[in-house]
């Protein structure tokens, strides 16, 4: 289990369906949304998972060269939802490793564009972190996290495989 603050390490496969659901949020609410299919998206992510995650980094490397060869996306469009994937990356407890030609941006660029993802109401599924704490009632029950964070995959994973109605 992580600290919260600390990334993960090794390849934890608890992750994957958090990240995954992370990134798609940033996708659908982006103007990227509209322009990649996002079960290419998936399908990409899934079979690159060894390349693009390892030892606590998040490599956005591969998955900004698929995006940027898609018909129609600018760097802008990418780079914006990677910037904001950055800024939570404490929350994710995981490093996010930009691809160099976000990395490369100026500091007033960074912050014009995360100003411009933030005013456009874009996503990240990152502020399940803040849902009020559950209280235990009986005592064999578990008990809330220590930290908001505790947690967090489980309910992310929760709210993208919802338990099926019989």
Do not use: C
Request: glycine share 6%.
């Amino acid at each position: 289990m992580s600290t919260f603050g600390k990334p993960r390490t090794g390849l934890d496969e608890t992750l994957r369906p958090a990240l995954m659901g992370v990134v798609l949020n940033l996708l659908r609410t982006s103007a990227l949304g509209r322009k990649v299919p996002i079960d290419q998206v998936v399908q990409f992510v899934g079979n690159q998972w060894k390349q693009m995650y390892a030892a606590g980094t998040f490599d956005l490397t591969p998955l900004f060269k698929m995006l940027m060869a898609q018909p129609g996306v600018a760097q802008d469009d990418v780079a914006e939802i990677f910037l904001l994937l950055k800024e939570r990356e404490t929350r994710l407890g995981v490093t996010i490793k930009l691809p160099p030609a976000v990395e490369a941006l100026p500091p007033t660029e960074r912050e014009r564009l995360l100003t411009h993802v933030q005013r456009v109401g874009v996503q990240s599924g990152v502020t399940l972190s803040n849902l009020p704490r559950v209280t235990a009632t009986r005592p064999d029950e578990p008990k809330a996290p220590e930290h908001p964070a505790e947690g967090l995959v489980d309910r992310v994973r929760a709210i993208l495989n919802p338990p099926k109605k019989p």
